[in-house]
């Protein structure tokens, strides 16, 4: 899917590399997106960062694919957009802990 396959619901976090936003496909599923703050490669620096975001979509994408629990995985990313040359990555939204733990109290023993 291309980037503009999704709407964007809110920002959920920001790093040095990538904004996370939570968005919508057009089947109105939810998903975590991460999209590179680079735009354009002007020297080594920011060379070495689109590289790293790019080695971070293609491994991560590797061990889902492999079969690796424990991992927020990625689904699906492209290095860049063909439609807007954004790079960006899917990944499913994670549940907090806290709010997955609420479901442990209904079990019984």
Avoid at 27 to 45: H, L, M, P, Q, Y
């Amino acid at each position: 899917m291309s980037y503009s396959d999704y709407r964007r619901i809110k920002q959920l976090g920001e790093g040095r590399n990538g904004w996370v936003y939570l968005m919508r496909d057009n089947s109105n599923i939810e998903f975590a997106v991460k999209v590179s703050k680079i735009k354009d490669v002007t020297g080594d620096f920011t060379k070495l960062k689109l590289e790293r975001f790019k080695t971070e979509a293609i491994k991560v994408h590797d061990l889902y694919i492999e079969g690796q629990k424990g991992i927020i995985p990625v689904l699906s990313y492209e290095l860049p957009c063909k439609e807007t040359g954004k790079y960006f990555f899917v990944m499913p939204k994670a549940v907090p802990l806290e709010e997955k733990s609420k479901d442990c109290n209904n079990i019984l023993i």
